[in-house]
């Protein structure tokens, strides 16, 4: 007998999950999509995207909610550095992320960050141009990101701290998300 379940999760997400016994013998749960896209997304903290060319991670994984580093596997990295090296200038930290999984990006300044929710993230993506560079950030940018490995489809990203090094490639760039 297939059963269906509501989960109330922090910040009032609505997740269903079905499951397809009721005895104790068989607990298997099939996650399925949350169903409330009105729902303000939860925020994470202290993403950093690090000097790529540096001894830090500079990719991040969005479905782990972790660093990457440059030897990490390709499909994990949601948004890596673009950092170089240049044969004259050295390293060149441009302050621009990329992907190597199809992960999309549309900036969106106007985007209301505290109120992401996932229907409004999907209007703000599909009415901008989605591409697999950013331009270069700033503080306080937004980029909606969009990736199929996403469980809800789009992570809202606000760049925060830039911090640019002379000598030691320890440059990298900080943002919250929210998804």
Known sequence: M???IQLFLLAGLVASVGFTSCSEEDTTVTPTTPTDTSAVLVEYANGV??????PNQGAWDFVANAGVSSSGATQSKDIIDM???DPTLGVIFPKTWTTSNGTTFVKANNFNYAGATQAKADTAFLAGTATSTTGVLATGDVYIAKNARYSHSYVVIKVGTITETTTD???KIQ???KK
């Open 2 to 4: 297939k059963k269906n």
């Open 49 to 54: 995207t690090w000097n790529l060319q540096g």
């Open 83 to 85: 950092s170089s090296v």
């Open 169 to 171: 490639n320890l440059d």
């Open 175 to 177: 943002f919250t998300y």
